[in-house]
DNA sequence: CGCTCGCTTGATCTCCTTCAAGGACAGTGG
DNA sequence: CCACTGTCCTTGAAGGAGATCAAGCGAGCG
């Protein structure tokens, strides 16, 4: 069984080299481990938390309710990922955290996590840039839903979940686990549900990737990468299996 | 004359309290201080800057160019805001950083600015913070460009750049300058310059707002906000003579 | 067995794009 | 001093990507 702890410090480490002394200190961390249905918030607008969450298993997703109840997400988040180290250094939550599927997640105290930023520089960076990193995502969500017509926003937005799941080892056989509905894609892309349904009935056409039944198969890298004009280096990730294939 | 070192602790403090001592050893940094044309390109895609910029006058702006030579907007920077903080750890630039109309900007070495995250856990935090609110920004520009109608993409932008300018004491009688032409603004919304241009002209008639030479002129605040539907909390910004009308 | 949730399909509508051109203004050079 | 040129703003007409409205379908589940 791995710890809290240990899943950060993997994590981190996907994002730069941490040096075993300090991965250990991360990895001794102390958490509570806690359950959640699907569909549960687990940190809303306003709230100022006082622990920082790590996803051990489950999906989970960043949104915001606009003025006339539109729902816009802004961020998923897979297995071993920390959706929240934001609220370290900043004051409240203008945003909500909610479980898509059944979770378990890892809460480690904001307290225990600052005696590592004082003490430990190189754990530090790599928790900065675990947040850069975060905000280099937005950025491209951003030039994402405002450019992008609708079949290359969703073949973009697979092709970053499925680099993203490769990232974590969450990649066998060309397939990982994406238990989105489709109205959670339409709310990301900015899209309607109707409309992203045909999107993706198009692009199973082209024989690129299928997604169906919360599983994500990608039939055809190359193609789905060339659709999507899809380019990673904005995960800033150290090379992986797919790392040829940028 | 205010020195590069003291902008750039004046604009930390506008995100919370930094002691005396430390507003001193951020007032104190060294920096190159350089005129650069307008259009030019300050930080390029793939850069390894070695320097943080701080704006000392004019307006940059932060964008990547699409596969199809489109234009996306991520970001603008009024004088006395710092850009490119992230540029502290992460590897790269992903896009592009540029000056709007001529400016005067200031760069000050990574090496002095890592000095103060190691010996000044005040300064670190709100340096840290800074970039989270960038990252808060981006999340907000990714909800408008990928929900909100023409209109009230504009207004928000417009909002949330008169908030910013205020912050920053850019704010006269109601006034501030904003010198983008139209297709700036029509490429950081996403939309066309020409709708851009309609949407304007709408936006005008309602006697809220007033854009035109290069000055905003806020005319009837309440109801630009109405318009907008504007909630400055995301900007994380202390309190400040606009703040009772969030 | 009925019910809910998620997926699918069809028809119509609209906001925004695209294409095209004209006009105001400032800077530049003869 | 005036033509020339480029930049930015403005206007018009037509076309399209995606929204909206409405309904049916299949599967899991209490």
Redesign the interface.
């Known amino acids: 069984m791995i710890s809290v702890g240990e899943t950060l410090a993997r994590h981190l480490s996907t994002f730069g080299k941490l040096p075993a002394k300090d991965f250990g200190a991360v990895a001794a961390l102390k958490a509570e481990v806690r359950d959640v249905p699907r569909h549960t918030d687990v940190l809303r607008n306003g709230d100022h938390p006082a622990h920082v969450v790590v996803v051990l298993s489950g999906l989970l997703h960043r949104y915001?309710i606009?003025?006339e109840g539109?729902r816009?997400i802004?961020s998923f988040f897979l297995p071993n990922e920390a959706p929240s180290l934001?609220t370290?250094?900043?004051?409240y939550m203008?945003?909500n955290l909610a479980a898509v599927v059944p979770a378990r997640l890892g809460f480690i105290s904001h307290d225990q996590i600052y005696r590592i930023i004082?003490e430990r520089?190189e754990a530090r960076?790599l928790l900065?840039?675990q947040?850069?990193?975060?905000?280099?995502i937005?950025?491209q969500?951003?030039?994402r839903?405002?450019?992008?017509p609708a079949h290359m926003s969703l073949a973009h937005l697979l092709c970053e979940m499925f680099v993203r799941a490769d990232a974590v080892g969450l990649v066998n056989d060309g397939r990982c686990a994406l238990p989105l509905t489709q109205e959670h894609v339409a709310d990301a892309?900015?899209l309607t549900a109707v409309h992203t349904n045909r999107t993706l009935q198009a692009l199973r056409e082209t024989g690129a990737v299928e997604w169906r039944g919360g599983e994500l198969t990608v039939q055809d890298w190359p193609k789905l990468r060339e659709i999507a004009?899809f380019d990673s280096?904005?995960l800033?990730l150290r090379p992986t299996k797919l790392a040829h294939a940028r």
């Open positions: 915001t606009g003025p539109k816009q802004q934001e370290l250094y900043i004051n203008d945003n004082d520089p960076k900065w840039r947040t850069l990193v975060q905000a280099a937005f950025r969500w951003l030039v839903n405002s450019n992008l892309l900015g004009r280096s904005y800033h």
